[in-house]
């Protein structure tokens, strides 16, 4: 089979096919959907050499006698092959070499898929629809995807083995096979964080993508309160596998609730996007003093006009001293329309404003009392209260009398007494019944009542009896102890 049929079938044939353009249609006539025989037409084999380069090689079949050296080998496959009973499954064998293969189309999508079992010696194939080439060139892959087919439409598929020898009869279906897109139901899948209210401030970008699923290609709706939407100002971008929602500059007209709507014929499914678009709120209204005691001022105010389309978190409440002019904070996420501020000085003057404070921030501006509060310092006044004079005169007596004493000579010694009396009394001291006066060697004092005398440095002649007088206009009193000097 290599010396005679391929050198002088590769020049013979050459020229046959610019000749036979024309009785193609009579070559693929008799290849209809319904002619499945076309394993029967050992002749057909043998026609391709010239036209495998070409996409369409339907007119080899009147080429048939350039083969007959390699179809001898075919009849004896014949028999051998039996129809499977599965509808896209048959054995075949092809006439150029006698090589059995499998043809097995999985249909795919809106695909054909010919699986091809290849066997030793063969180059490539051809599959073709409606006996019209679909692979320009022949592959040596046991798979092929014929593209851009119709749904719906009945097609015939035949393959065609290619050797250096030429091209095997075709292997054909028995049944055609239906073009159907595998349909899938649709189903939004939503971003978990698309699930809840979606919140952004005013002037920033909404840019959200929201895939989905569905077979065919499902139809995608957006609107708005069962309205469509505004594509001048919301650009929505579909692709096969997802949606994108965008808003350059968000504002608040944009906020609610967005309805998305997948359709594929009579299925659909729907999904809610919320959005929220929130700015910052004004400032309350109507901030008064209500009143100021002490370090204490009362605030009252209502709240603003706009809460900036979010709901008012609290109030911040700020105090300005006159003399500083600075502004203090002295609330936070205040929640009540009313405070009362204390530890205020004394003496200086306040002012007082309200921010309100929504999820966006503080308002821009801030609501000032009109008024100012001075802390004053209070002024108090002390009575004396009147208490009954009472009789304070006493005569002089003693609460503790002089006690008897014994010194050496040259020791200083001291003699105490104590006296009470009022007036005060006047105290005078004797000695043996003789006023002692002034004397250096003695010493007297009277302190809290207490009195006192210093001897110093006595001598055996100070020695004797000492007598503490006490005198005064109501009367007088005295005592006596006795100093023994040795």
Known sequence: PKEDPEPTPKKDPAPAPEEEPAPTPAAEDPLTPENAPAVEQPTAPADEPAPVPMAEATPAPEEGPLAPPAEPQAPAPEPKPEKPKAAFARKVFFASGSHPLWLDPAVCGVCVHPAITRL???????????????????????????????????????????????????????????????????????????????????????????????????????????????????????????????????????????????????????????????????PPQ??????????????????????????????????????????????????????????????????????????????????????????????????????????????????????????????STHLFCCVRGFPQPKIIWMKNQMEIREDPKYIAMIKQGVCSLEIRKPSPFDGGIYTCKAVNPLGEASVDCKLDVK
């Open 286 to 411: 109507n901030l008064k003093l209500v009143d100021v005691w002490g370090f204490n001022v009362a605030l009252e105010w209502t709240p603003p006009a706009d809460n900036g389309n979010s709901e008012i978190k609290g109030y911040v409440v700020q105090k300005s001293d006159k003399k500083s002019g600075k502004w203090f904070t002295v609330l936070e996420h205040c929640t009540r329309t009313s405070c009362t501020i204390s530890d205020l000085i004394i003496g200086n003057t306040y002012s007082f404003r309200v921010f309100a404070e929504n999820a966006c921030g503080l308002s821009e501006k801030a609501a000032v009392a009109s008024g100012v509060a001075h802390i004053k310092k209070t002024k108090t006044t002390y009575q004396l209260e009147k208490i009954p004079q009472r009789d304070m005169m006493e005569p002089p007596k003693f609460t503790q009398p002089l006690t008897d004493r014994k010194t050496t000579r040259g020791y």
């Open 120 to 282: 030793k010696g063969s180059v490539g194939f051809i599959v073709g629809t409606d006996w019209t080439a679909v692979n320009e060139e022949p592959f040596l892959s046991m798979r092929y995807i014929i593209q851009d087919l119709s749904s719906g439409d009945k097609i015939h598929v035949r393959v065609k083995a290619v050797n250096a020898s030429g091209a095997s009869t075709p292997a054909t279906l028995e049944q055609p096979v239906l073009i159907r897109e595998i349909l899938q139901l649709p189903r939004i899948r939503m971003p978990r964080h698309l699930r809840q209210t979606y919140v952004r401030r005013v002037g920033d970008a909404v840019n959200l993508m929201i895939p989905f699923q569905g077979k065919p290609q499902p139809q995608v709706i957006w609107t708005k309160g069962n309205q469509p939407l505004d594509t001048s100002h919301i650009n929505i971008r579909n692709t096969e596998k997802d949606t994108i929602f965008y808003i350059r500059k968000a504002q608040r007209s944009d906020s609610g609730k967005y309805e998305l709507t997948v359709r594929i014929n009579g299925a659909e499914d729907k999904a809610t996007l919320d959005i929220q678009v929130i700015e910052p709120p004004s």
